[in-house]
């Protein structure tokens, strides 16, 4: 019903920057709630950004704020990932997923039913 696909992944040095871009289609809605996760080697699955419409909340993952910031172009049905100052620490696999049961915006995994294929960070010391 939802396809997702990431792109902007690679290797960047730390202090850099890089921008994510995710592309949905299908049986689309702008009011779904869409977001990133992350998951690195050896670790859970975390929440990264959640953008939120005006008069709403957009949330962040406390290891991001200040540093990543996420916005949605519902004309185009992409969301992206502005990711600044990068660390090592953040080098993971980055996921884009929508919701089609909750709108606008959400910081649970749970929320979300759709799922892109990921796309490779890495920060280099």
């Known amino acids: 019903q939802v396809q997702l696909v990431e792109s902007g992944g690679g290797l960047v040095q730390a202090g850099g920057s890089l921008r994510l871009s995710c592309a949905a289609s299908?049986?689309?809605?702008?009011?779904?709630?869409m977001g990133w996760f992350r998951q690195a080697p050896g670790k859970e699955r975390e929440f990264v950004a959640s953008?939120?419409?005006?008069?709403?909340?957009?949330y962040y993952g406390d290891s991001v704020k200040g540093r990543f910031t996420i916005s949605r172009d519902n004309a185009k049905n992409t969301v992206y990932l502005q990711m600044n100052s990068l660390k090592p620490e953040d080098t993971a696999v980055y996921y884009c997923?929508?919701?089609?049961?909750?709108?606008?915006?959400?910081?649970?995994?749970?929320?979300?039913?759709?799922w892109g294929q990921g796309t490779q960070v890495t920060v280099s010391s």
């Open positions: 299908g049986r689309t809605f702008s009011s779904f709630a």
């Open positions: 997923a929508v919701s089609t049961k909750v709108r606008y915006s959400s910081r649970r995994q749970s929320d979300y039913d759709y």
């Open positions: 953008p939120s419409w005006i008069g709403g909340t957009t």
